[in-house]
T-cell receptor
């Protein structure tokens, strides 16, 4: 089976812009989770989607949002980018209540 | 909420020496426990997971971890370090709930292998 894919792999934006990241889960996986990874804060949970519904949400401002489509693909959006949003954004997919499998991540740089 | 503590943000070992990375969790019920490895500019790769079938869990690349409920620990070990083991290691816990698959990660331990 193909693994989790994330696009794009690298992204450069300027402050105030918005960005959309995409994640395609492993075939058959209906749960998709998003994480932000920075050197200072480590891995921080953003949100989890299952069957197009957000089930869990981390402690991030409303500028961070996501959605999941009927084919389980997920997108996350960050509006009004700030310098502090520069990070590696990781997506993980899983079967219900099981191991999370991670994609390679999207490296976002905000200038 | 559950939490995971990884003691030692940086660990250095000589090539061929024992690797021991520590992880303690807080949970009132037996959780699912995981170790992941991350190489530079890559995502997290599953090393092994504990799901109550056996307290000693063997993973990939010669790693293993032992679940000790009395100590709420799940330390990762490898008898002999290899240069290719240099990476960031994360311990994680999940309640494996059918209503939400939230993982809680430790802050990570960076392993350096000295030739």
């Amino acid at each position: 089976k193909a693994g989790v894919t994330q696009t794009p792999r690298y992204l450069i934006k300027t402050r105030g812009q918005q960005v959309t990241l995409s994640c395609s889960p492993i075939s058959g996986h209906r749960s998709v989770s998003w994480y932000q990874q920075t050197p200072g804060q480590g891995l921080q949970f953003l949100f989890e989607y299952f069957s197009e519904t957000q089930r869990n949400k981390g402690n991030f401002p409303g500028r961070f949002s996501g959605r999941q489509f009927s084919n389980s693909r997920s997108e996350m959006n960050v509006s009004t980018l700030e310098l502090g949003d520069s990070a590696l954004y990781l997506c993980a997919s899983s079967l219900l209540g099981d191991t999370q499998y991670f994609g390679p991540g999207t490296r976002l740089t905000v200038l | 909420a559950q939490s995971v503590t990884q003691l030692g943000s940086h660990v250095s070992v000589s090539e061929g020496a024992l690797v021991l990375l520590r992880c303690n969790y807080s949970s009132s019920v037996p959780p699912y426990l995981f170790w992941y490895v991350q190489y530079p500019n890559q995502g997290l790769q599953l090393l092994l997971k504990y799901t109550s079938a056996a307290t000693l869990v063997k993973g990939i690349n010669g790693f293993e971890a032992e679940f000790k409920k009395s100590e709420t620990s799940f330390h990762l070990t490898k008898p002999s370090a290899h240069m290719s083991d240099a990476a960031e290691y994360f311990c994680a816990v999940s309640d494996g709930s059918n209503t939400g698959n939230q993982f809680y990660f430790g802050t990570g331990t960076s392993l350096t292998v000295i030739p």
